[in-house]
Nanobody
Framework: QVQLVETGGGLVQAGGSLRLSCAASGGTFSSYVMGWFRQAPGKEREFVAAISWSGGSTYYGDSVKGRFTISRDIAKNTVYLQMNSLKPEDTAVYYC????????????????????WGQGTQVTVSS
């Protein structure tokens, strides 16, 4: 079974940086899209970033463009989210996800496009 485990969350000051990691196992990830989503209290879970495992193509949600960078280390089966210039509005539980290999020519930015999810890691940004 596919397992995703997020680590790296914590409390940081506005303007600071944090790197999240997602350790992946149990899947044929070469065919997957890997994504990061976040959910703040009382809000819907929203798309943050995604990367194709094999090709490394990336795309981002509008609210994080220019500040966050998604990457992956194939040898370590790990996906990263580097978060810079953090804002209080970035406070949320951050989840990594894997689509399971279903093909689409469209960018995968919706929850239903991902089959597997980690448990999440809390990121809190103070003013």
């Amino acid at each position: 079974q596919v397992q995703l485990v997020e680590t790296g969350g914590g409390l940081v000051q506005a303007g600071g940086s944090l790197r999240l990691s997602c350790a992946a196992s149990g899947g044929t990830f070469s065919s997957y899209v890997m994504g990061w989503f976040r959910q703040a209290p009382g809000k819907e879970r929203e798309f943050v970033a995604a990367i194709s495992w094999s090709g490394g193509s990336t795309y981002y949600g509008d609210s994080v463009k220019g500040r966050f960078t998604i990457s992956r280390d194939i040898a370590k089966n790990t996906v990263y989210l580097q978060m810079n210039s953090l804002k209080p509005e970035d406070t949320a539980v951050y989840y990594c996800a894997a689509d399971g290999g279903g093909y689409s020519s469209r960018k995968k930015i919706r929850l239903y496009e991902y089959a597997y999810w980690g448990q999440g890691t809390q990121v809190t940004v103070s003013s």
